[in-house]
């Protein structure tokens, strides 16, 4: 896997571009920290943009699959680029409005590229290598991540807004260049050519995932990640008041990073002891641990702790849940079904932000976490009883297969 040139280009360009992202978040908080005093109206300002990624996801899949996929993730490289001077024009006028319109740009790009990422990586390297190669490039987002807002935070006591933006510009031009060095060959995948283009994009897709348990499971499986995910910026605002202490933000983005990271890396070996079905319901049960954990977020170890367990949790439950859905949904249907799941992220990703904004202001963090850590262990517990009882566990061979 090391000598393929297309795994150091997919890698290098995802680093590079992981530092501009979280430059650009973290300028984004900043941003709204100085315009926005409720939690909730910052919630709709990050909801926005996710409808842009939710309207275009059909179309976004459809095209994967009819299409070059180099070609969508350069395309949408670019425009993610240039959604960069709509920012600029935001904080030259102080408006929120354009910075939505940044974000509407923003991940109505991300709603094609990572789609076609996806389906793309199955074809660089062969199926056996599937589970490292995720756990690599999820190490190498977060690591990407760590860095990007230790660097954002040192930045913005150094320069002005608008060149920590404008370093966030550069670094998604550097992804376009290495995704043009990209050499896939995409005959592999001959019927994808063969999508009906009049399809709405979605609708082949729901009779694969309804005939093949394992994919439903997983894909319902995932929902609960993510109501830890999508209010994770707000709690990290509200943990930093709460202790009235800035420095903590970046503790919690090292920390949650690092155990990510260990998880990440981790998996390949956990995979061969274990099999994917303990790997998935075990660490979504710790996920509820850690929002459980939060109450105590007003003492700054537990709240490092939390978010430590909280990493490396989802560090080992993506990689083994993204390996699943490469290996099990078949290749002319990828390009449809990761902008499927990717839509479907968005909005749960959505109304959990609106929900944890909401909350934050009604009822406070650690009473809003205590909710949501129950509801993610009861989750977690109905749907083993649920797939235990109609036997959707993953087989054995199937745990072996993805392990060796």
């Not at 571009?17 to 910052?42: C, H, R, T, Y």
């Not at 993730?73 to 102080?94: D, N, P």
């Not at 319902?220 to 008041?241: A, D, Y």
Request: proline letters at 3%.
């Amino acid at each position: 896997m090391w000598k393929n040139r297309n795994v150091w280009i997919i890698l290098t360009g995802e680093f590079v571009a992981g530092l501009g992202l979280w430059l650009g978040i973290i300028g984004n908080l900043e941003f709204m920290q100085e315009k926005v005093p409720s939690d909730f109206v910052k919630a709709l300002i990050l909801a926005g943009g996710l409808l842009a990624g939710v309207a275009i996801g059909p179309l976004a899949g459809r095209l994967t699959d009819q299409g070059s996929k180099k070609k969508i993730m350069l395309i949408s490289s670019i425009v993610r680029a240039l959604s960069v001077l709509f920012m600029f024009v935001a904080i030259e006028t102080g408006s929120v409005l354009w910075m939505v319109v940044f974000l509407v740009f923003l991940q109505g790009s991300a709603a094609f590229y990572f789609p076609a990422l996806q389906a793309a990586i199955p074809l660089i390297v062969k199926e056996r290598e599937l589970l490292a190669l995720n756990g690599v490039h999820m190490n190498v987002s977060t690591l990407s991540r760590v860095i990007g807002t230790a660097i954002a935070g040192i930045l913005l006591t150094l320069i002005s807004l608008r060149d920590v933006y404008a370093l966030s510009l550069v670094a998604y031009l550097l992804l376009a260049v290495a995704t043009w060095f990209l050499k896939i060959d995409e005959t592999v995948v001959p019927s994808a050519k063969k999508v009906d283009k009049s399809s709405g994009g979605f609708k082949d897709v729901f009779p694969i995932i309804k005939s093949i348990p394992v994919i439903f499971m997983t894909l319902v499986m995932t929902l609960i990640p993510l109501l830890f995910i999508g209010g994770f910026n707000l709690l990290v605002i509200n943990i930093s008041e709460l202790q009235d202490s800035t420095a903590i933000k970046g503790w919690i983005y090292t920390a949650e990073g690092i155990a990510f990271m260990a998880g990440a890396f981790l998996i390949k070996r956990i995979g061969e002891k274990f099999s994917v079905f303990s790997i998935l319901f075990t660490f979504s049960f710790l996920i509820g641990v850690a929002q459980l954990m939060l109450y105590f977020a007003d003492i700054p170890a537990v709240s490092i702790a939390a978010f430590v367990l909280f990493g490396f949790s989802v560090g080992c439950f993506f990689p083994t849940a993204v390996t699943i859905f490469q290996t099990r949904m078949p290749k002319d249907y990828h390009g449809r079904f990761f902008s499927f799941r990717n839509m479907l992220d968005r909005i749960v990703f959505q109304v959990v932000l609106l929900v944890t904004g909401f909350f934050l202001d009604l009822i406070g963090l650690q009473l809003m976490v205590v909710l949501f850590g129950i509801s993610s262990i009861l989750m977690t517990g109905a749907f083993l009883v649920y797939t235990r009882k109609h036997k959707l566990h993953i087989e054995t061979d199937e745990a072996e297969r993805l392990s060796s």
